[in-house]
């Protein structure tokens, strides 16, 4: 247990879906992480919070929407995926976003989309 | 942000010391080098960190050279539930902050 849980932890969804993945930590932490880790890969920031202001996004497409309503949750909207939008999407949290912070991971939500 | 480089896969046996080298040849001056353990299906665990020399912990030590342009992180005695991604990080801010970045890690099997 690492002190951020993620729900729910798998979920089948079809392409016309709606869905949102939940992220939650009680760790005191004022920065949070989506990432995406898909088959063989490694894992890729997605979105970067920090005290509640998106300082991050890579590229990701808009299919994908994040939301930080404070500092303890993170949301991960979805909408209309794509097969290939199937993987492991991990939630980190960590104490302030500077050089020797270590992130705390959840379990992480599998992701299949059909 | 600084590159690194580690080998894609390892093989050990039980009871064996497993070290396995990472390279970062443009690392910054204050840049801290983590690393990072996966089991599958699983978020990764923060194992250890250091800045220079040698750390140790319950779980392992980490070993970096006096130009930090390398580290090694040392598992002794491993055993099967070390099977498992081994990720280097080394510190690189965007826009002054600095956020996780991970490459392909090494998968690490062990056998009986």
């Known amino acids: 247990e690492t002190g951020v849980t993620q729900t729910p932890r798998h979920l089948v969804m079809g392409m016309t879906n709606k869905k949102s993945l939940k992220c939650e930590q009680h760790l005191g932490h004022n920065a949070m992480y989506w990432y995406k880790q898909s088959a063989k890969k490694p894992l890729e920031l997605m979105f970067v919070?920090?005290?509640?202001?998106?300082?991050e996004n890579n590229s990701v497409p808009s299919r994908f929407s994040p939301e930080c309503p404070n500092s303890s949750h993170l949301f991960l909207h979805l909408h209309t995926l794509q097969p290939e939008d199937s993987a492991l999407y991990l939630c980190a949290s960590s104490q302030e976003m500077r050089r020797g912070t270590e992130a705390f991971f959840g379990q992480g939500t599998r992701l299949t989309v059909v | 942000l600084a590159k690194t480089t580690q080998p894609i896969s390892m093989d050990s046996y039980e009871g064996q010391e497993v070290n396995i080298t990472c390279s970062h040849n443009n690392i910054a001056t204050n840049d801290y080098i983590t690393w990072y353990q996966q089991f599958p299906s699983q978020g990764p665990r923060f194992i250890i960190q250091?800045?220079?020399t040698k750390v140790t912990n319950e779980v392992a030590s980490l070993f970096i050279p006096a130009d930090r342009k390398s580290s090694t992180l040392s598992l002794p005695r491993v055993s099967l539930s070390d099977t498992a991604v081994y990720y280097c990080l080394v510190g690189g801010p965007i826009g002054g902050s600095y956020i996780p970045t991970f490459g392909r890690g090494t998968s690490l099997i062990v056998h009986p």
């Open positions: 250091g800045y220079k």
């Open positions: 919070y920090s005290l509640e202001e998106r300082v």
